[in-house]
């Protein structure tokens, strides 16, 4: 007779953590409560790592950076209530940023389920508009629901699965056979066909002046060693969204700048040399191709169609798996254009010299993002929170290795840099890792430095504090608003010597600064260096 969960002593929180423990999750985030400490504790028997935050929504933002560095869906556990809706802010980033997670939330019992109760609310409901998929966990499905979750998670475009758990589903003995705790793989999208891979020749063949357009969907191909000889070889001038950066190292000679970001207008102003743009991976939840596409003809490779509006004219689209499309790029001939490689080096340094300005006396933030990068290996990964800085770091920092740059950009929420660090150093923990965020997001996000401590990881925390909500200052003052609920401190303000047990050093100069990495990076801990920077830079180059 096959021997089956319940024979074993087991119960269904063991099935689910055994099944996730074979898929590859390492750890899981959250917040203990009485409804989930059965499936922690299946957790610890399973050889899975239970990683405690100060809030539900770091949690969220630990499994996405997990899943989107490990390919494994990362997974999230918060009790049912406050802590699930606490979850959503980071299962949304998922959600729009494209990471596979699952996530998990404890329920009332089953009997209760359509009860007004205590902190119960339809958390299938609350999910459903974040996730690819809700499960309510039932007897006698455990497993197969666990896997297909799974599996959801993965397939393209991947992104977060919700779970919810009964209390007493979690608790009770299953009858299910132990030969079901495989996991299933992703479904593969339709291979590039011939046809369609002639359509980009012609499109190739018609224009003087074409561009790439790489979105951040080109990391999942596997194939980016062929991304950049296509692009060679047509001698392609390429830009990225934010997510983007590293697909191809940013001190190739045919990179061009990043859109949507600082000095938007200046690349912009670039491409409105161009006669046709080649999209390549491209995700609109970064920012659309209407917001900043010049009025030429769009050919558009990814594994779903181009999301436009009327005014695009969408010239040629190959859709299905983005890898096969990027091999069979790299067989078509070579075209004469007319770009040339000392306008395309002008470009560059005129984009460069652009951002480096001092508006006002003091240290100002782009000095801080150079002198970071000077002191980072190429390989470290920066992860970078939401603000007026983002737009710098995504047209000044320059990112050579793929997914070395790690930002919230499709849901676009502050607070993210701290966990997105954490799960990054528990992720790759032979690398480098910092964080780049302003003083607003540290505010958001203050209690994951406890989180820092209690991991003990060596990451840098470095705060751009200029005292303002930037972003929202130059947008108020761009339509002549008065300057209302953005101001954070005053410019005498002293950062303290430590939060929660990590330890601060300030900056005011860039010596200062220059100092404090080299402390940083000596020790064997988790560091906080305060840049105390100024805020004017940003009404000149966010919208130039």
């Known amino acids: 007779m096959e021997p089956t969960a319940q024979s074993q002593g087991l119960t269904n929180a063991d099935l689910i953590a ?3 423990r074979e898929a590859g999750v390492r750890y899981c985030f959250g917040i203990p409560s009485g409804q989930v400490l059965p499936l922690i504790e299946a957790m610890r028997r399973a050889g899975i790592e239970y990683v405690l935050v100060s809030h539900e929504g770091a949690a969220g933002f630990m499994a996405d950076v997990m899943g989107r560095l490990t390919g494994i869906p990362g997974a999230c556990l918060a009790t049912l209530g406050p802590g699930a809706t ?5 299962v949304g980033n998922a959600w729009l940023d494209r990471s596979p997670v699952l996530a998990i939330t404890g329920q009332v019992p089953a009997a209760q389920l359509k009860r007004r109760v ?10 459903r508009p974040l996730t690819k998929a809700t499960f309510m966990a039932e007897p006698g499905r455990v497993t197969a629901t666990v896997r297909e979750a799974m599996r959801l998670a993965c397939a393209e475009p ?3 699965v919700h779970l919810d758990l009964p209390e007493d589903v979690a608790l009770a003995a299953p009858a299910e056979p132990l030969r079901d705790l495989t996991v299933a793989g992703a479904a593969l999208l339709p291979l590039t066909g011939v046809l369609a891979l002639a359509g ?40 990225t969204t934010m997510m983007a950066k590293g697909a191809v190292p ?5 990179w061009a700048g990043v859109i949507g970001r600082a000095r938007r207008k200046t690349v912009e102003t670039f491409l409105a040399r161009a006669d046709l743009v080649i999209g390549i991976g491209y995700d609109p939840v970064e920012i659309n191709y209407e917001e900043w596409m010049p009025k030429v003809p769009l050919v558009h490779l990814d594994g779903e169609p181009a999301d436009v509006d009327g005014t695009v004219n969408v010239a040629h689209q190959v859709v299905g798996d983005l890898a096969s499309t990027l091999v069979g790029l790299e067989t078509l001939p070579p075209r004469p254009h007319h770009w040339k490689g000392d306008e395309l080096a002008a470009f560059r340094a005129h984009l460069e010299a652009s951002l480096r300005l001092a508006p006002g006396d003091g240290f100002q933030p782009w000095e801080a993002l150079d002198l970071l990068r000077q002191a980072l290996p190429r390989d470290a990964i920066v992860t970078c929170d939401v603000g007026a800085h983002t737009h710098l770091v995504a047209t ?11 930002v919230s950009n499709g849901w676009s929420s502050m607070g993210y840099g701290i966990p997105a660090a954490l799960a990054a150093k528990l992720a790759c923990p032979d690398r480098e890792v910092a964080c780049v965020m302003g003083d607003g997001c540290l505010l958001m996000m203050a209690g994951e430095m406890a989180t820092a401590r209690r991991l003990g990881r060596k990451v840098l925390f470095v705060v751009l504090n200029d005292n303002w909500l930037a972003l929202i200052k130059v947008k108020q003052e761009r339509r002549k608003y008065g300057l209302t609920g953005v101001q954070l401190g ?5 950062p303290p010597d430590q939060y929660f047990g990590v330890p601060c050093r300030a900056a005011r100069t860039p010596a200062d600064f220059r100092a404090a990495l080299q402390w940083a990076r000596a020790a064997d801990g988790p560091t906080v260096v305060e840049a105390m920077v100024r805020p004017e830079l940003y009404s000149e180059i966010l919208y130039g």
């Open 18 to 20: 055994r099944t996730l």
């Open 86 to 90: 606490n979850m959503t802010t980071g």
């Open 118 to 127: 205590q902190m119960r609310i339809d958390q299938q409901d609350l999910f």
């Open 158 to 160: 991947p992104g977060p």
């Open 200 to 239: 980009v020749g012609r499109a190739l063949q018609q224009a003087r002046r074409p561009v790439a357009a790489i979105g951040f969907g080109v990391f999942r191909s596997g194939q980016l060693e062929a991304l950049r000889r296509f692009l060679e070889r047509q001698n392609l001038p390429f830009v």
């Open 250 to 254: 940013e001190d190739h000679p045919l």
């Open 396 to 406: 000044q920092w320059r990112t050579y290795l793929p997914r070395t740059l790690l």
């Open 490 to 494: 005053e410019t005498n303000y002293t």
